[in-house]
């Protein structure tokens, strides 16, 4: 082994064969191949045509059909599900982190009475029975079913962004508080062009966190929305699944359509997202 | 604390400002939780405007006692406990030996990291759509390793027992990038000092673990445990999409999903039984609570003895 691969580990000698590396290493590349197994196989079955498929479905793809990525966009119908994914998940995210940001800061800074007792009410609902079916009652007879606002409205709660939240506003000094306040700045703008700055890491976490629940959920669409013209792309992809089933080729095109873009982002956000969703996981 | 931004009646703004996220709270979450007890002593269906009665504990007694679907509700009840053992161990243990791995700062462990912890961000329709491809049983790539040694499968299409233990794979694999995480955020809280001690006493590698690592890291440990059990107790929503309701392989989640809304996805029925599924809901809930409470204070006695 080359010495460079040691020099970060002060406890092995030049001289000594490194086994613990090259085991540590030989296990590292094992579970690499595990996890890009599958998406290599998307990435390949989606350049293939149907007939080299079924012919050898693990061959190497000989041509670049991206024929297959055309027809999936155009079939799948892409772009409407893709619009209304992003519809679903910015306004729930953006009504979310604002009414969230107002929940946690009194809470945090004890503006409110009882500030213990209501980030407790927060906590609470974590530990209750899933509210599944009184939420579809409701929906329903608000006349929301079927209904993109009230899909949205699914999406407006989550109670541990705010422990997040006000965990992190605690850090911000109070000082900050009563030196805005002498110059005359009053709570609403405080909040909004003061704290909401400061908090940004903390922001950022929530709503990777609360934002990628949206986009990858999968259950509520096939509850509550029946129109095709409002299907997330969750649900089209199902569909599509559905129709287009044993033509792995154009499918596969239609998922790594969708794999894409969340790789690049989550190399972009990795640390808010990798802290955002390993926070998220109390949810389980 | 005291309040800087005004008096008076401007004292009231922050109260004012608080109360649409605390309204929605109760509208989408809390109530509507609370309310799941209620439905469960009720006829509801998921028609609207249909007359709603009580039935006391008709649901419950269905449920348990009532005919073959209480046999195969416990049937699903025991799968569930199965999944979850299943999940949460293994899934704890390659976090674990995962993150132990990676945490030696070799070069190029913070790519496998990000490789490990991929699956978490594709959400579970990605992740079971590729893996029915690369479980795809006509010359797919885990069709052709077992030919190698000379097996065949029909993994997610052959008998339910297959299907199950291959959902149970596929769950640990989107999922462990989590609990790895968890365990690296925990390991980088020990100081190193404290191996560099250990070593000078001449601690072997194994001897480090067991008593510098493993009991320092209780508190990952914990978090870790807990999460996973209450987690895979919950999750379905793999099998929804790799293979569907199938007898033979449902979990509890799932059945209070098929009874609560429809088998297939489609447009409001009369085989909506909410309020038979409000009560099935309740049966996983008392399971999530007695086993997460229970784990927890032994979790806790353990960390008391441990940590002091």
């Known amino acids: 082994?080359?010495?460079?691969?040691?020099?970060?580990?002060?406890?092995?000698?030049l001289t000594r064969i490194p086994w613990g590396a090259i085991g540590s290493y030989l296990v590292m590349?094992?579970?690499?191949?595990?996890?890009?197994?599958?998406?290599?196989?998307?990435?390949?079955?989606?350049?293939?045509?149907?007939?080299?498929?079924?012919?050898?479905?693990?061959?190497?793809?000989?041509?670049?059909?991206?024929?297959?990525?055309?027809?999936?966009w155009n079939k799948a119908n892409f772009p409407k599900y893709l619009l209304n994914s992003v519809i679903y998940t910015v306004a729930a995210?953006?009504?979310?982190?604002?009414?969230?940001?107002?929940?946690?800061?009194?809470?945090?800074?004890?503006?409110?009475?009882?500030?213990?007792?209501?980030?407790?009410?927060?906590?609470?609902?974590?530990?209750?029975?899933?509210?599944?079916?009184?939420?579809?009652?409701?929906?329903?007879n608000l006349g929301l079913y079927n209904n993109p606002i009230g899909y949205i409205m699914l999406f407006i709660v989550n109670p541990i962004g705010i422990v997040i939240l006000v965990n992190y506003i605690k850090t911000v000094p109070k000082e900050l508080d009563e030196?805005?306040?002498?110059?005359?700045?009053?709570?609403?703008?405080?909040?909004?062009?003061?704290?909401?700055?400061?908090?940004?890491?903390?922001?950022?976490?929530?709503?990777?966190?609360?934002?990628?629940?949206?986009?990858?959920?999968?259950?509520?669409?096939?509850?509550?929305?029946?129109?095709?013209?409002?299907?997330?792309?969750?649900?089209?992809?199902?569909?599509?699944?559905?129709?287009?089933?044993?033509?792995?080729?154009?499918?596969?095109?239609?998922?790594?359509?969708?794999?894409?873009?969340?790789?690049?982002?989550?190399?972009?956000l990795q640390r808010y997202i990798v802290s955002g969703l390993t926070a998220g996981a109390v949810k389980g | 604390m005291s309040y800087h931004f005004g008096r008076g009646w401007s004292k009231l703004i922050p109260y004012l400002l608080l109360l649409p996220g605390l309204l929605f709270y109760f509208l989408i979450a809390l109530g509507p939780s609370?309310?799941?007890?209620?439905?469960?002593?009720?006829?509801?269906?998921?028609?609207?405007?249909?007359?709603?009665h009580w039935i006391g504990f008709e649901n419950y007694r269905e449920f348990l006692f009532m005919g073959r679907a209480s046999v195969d509700n416990l049937e699903a009840l025991k799968r569930t406990l199965i999944f979850s053992v299943a999940v949460t161990f293994i899934q704890f243990g390659l976090g674990l030996f995962v993150a132990l791995i990676v945490n030696q700062n070799l070069k190029g462990s913070n790519i496998f990291r990000t490789i490990y912890f991929m699956p978490v961000?594709?959400?579970?329709?990605?992740?079971?759509?590729?893996?029915?491809?690369?479980?795809?049983?006509?010359?797919?790539?885990?069709?052709?390793?077992?030919?190698?040694?000379?097996?065949?499968?029909?993994?997610l299409g052959g008998p339910?027992?297959?299907?199950?233990?291959?959902?149970?794979?596929?769950?640990?694999?989107?999922?462990?990038?989590?609990?790895?995480?968890?365990?690296?955020a925990g390991l980088q809280t020990i100081p190193s000092e404290l191996y560099e001690a250990a070593r000078i006493d001449g601690a072997n590698t194994w001897q480090l673990f067991?008593?510098?690592?493993?009991?320092?890291?209780?508190?990952?440990?914990?978090?870790?445990?807990?999460?996973?059990?209450?987690?895979?107790?919950?999750a379905w929503q793999l099998f929804l999409v790799l293979v569907g309701y199938r007898n033979g392989t449902q979990v509890l989640g799932y059945l209070i999903y098929a009874t609560g809304f429809g088998q297939t996805s489609g447009s409001v029925t009369s085989s909506f039984r909410q309020g038979y599924a409000a009560a099935a809901s309740i049966v996983l809930f008392l399971l999530v609570l007695v086993i997460g409470m229970t784990v927890q204070y032994y979790l806790q006695r353990r960390e008391a003895r441990i940590l002091g």
């Open chain 1, 1 to 13: 082994m080359t010495p460079s691969t040691t020099t970060s580990s002060p406890s092995y000698r």
């Open chain 1, 29 to 72: 590349i094992f579970f690499a191949l595990l996890y890009l197994g599958p998406l290599f196989m998307l990435v390949n079955t989606s350049l293939k045509t149907m007939p080299s498929f079924m012919k050898d479905a693990t061959a190497l793809a000989t041509e670049l059909h991206f024929q297959n990525f055309i027809e999936a």
């Open chain 1, 93 to 140: 995210t953006t009504i979310y982190i604002i009414t969230a940001v107002f929940v946690a800061f009194p809470i945090a800074r004890g503006y409110i009475k009882f500030s213990g007792a209501v980030l407790t009410l927060f906590v609470i609902a974590l530990f209750l029975p899933p509210a599944l079916i009184p939420q579809f009652q409701l929906l329903l």
């Open chain 1, 179 to 268: 030196a805005a306040a002498l110059d005359g700045c009053g709570y609403f703008r405080f909040v909004w062009m003061i704290l909401i700055p400061l908090i940004r890491p903390a922001l950022a976490t929530v709503i990777v966190m609360h934002a990628i629940g949206i986009w990858n959920e999968v259950i509520a669409p096939t509850i509550y929305l029946t129109s095709k013209e409002y299907y997330p792309i969750t649900r089209g992809l199902i569909v599509f699944q559905g129709v287009y089933g044993s033509n792995w080729p154009t499918l596969a095109a239609a998922v790594l359509l969708l794999t894409l873009p969340m790789l690049i982002l989550f190399l972009f």
């Open chain 2, 34 to 52: 609370i309310a799941t007890a209620f439905y469960s002593f009720t006829d509801a269906t998921g028609i609207k405007g249909a007359p709603v």
């Open chain 2, 121 to 155: 961000i594709l959400g579970v329709v990605i992740q079971g759509l590729m893996w029915s491809l690369f479980l795809y049983p006509l010359g797919g790539p885990a069709a052709k390793l077992l030919s190698l040694l000379g097996l065949r499968s029909e993994f």
């Open chain 2, 160 to 184: 339910p027992a297959q299907a199950f233990a291959w959902v149970i794979f596929i769950q640990i694999w989107a999922n462990m990038g989590i609990t790895m995480m968890i365990f690296l």
């Open chain 2, 210 to 234: 067991a008593n510098v690592t493993w009991p320092l890291l209780t508190p990952s440990v914990n978090t870790n445990l807990l999460l996973n059990i209450i987690g895979s107790l919950q």
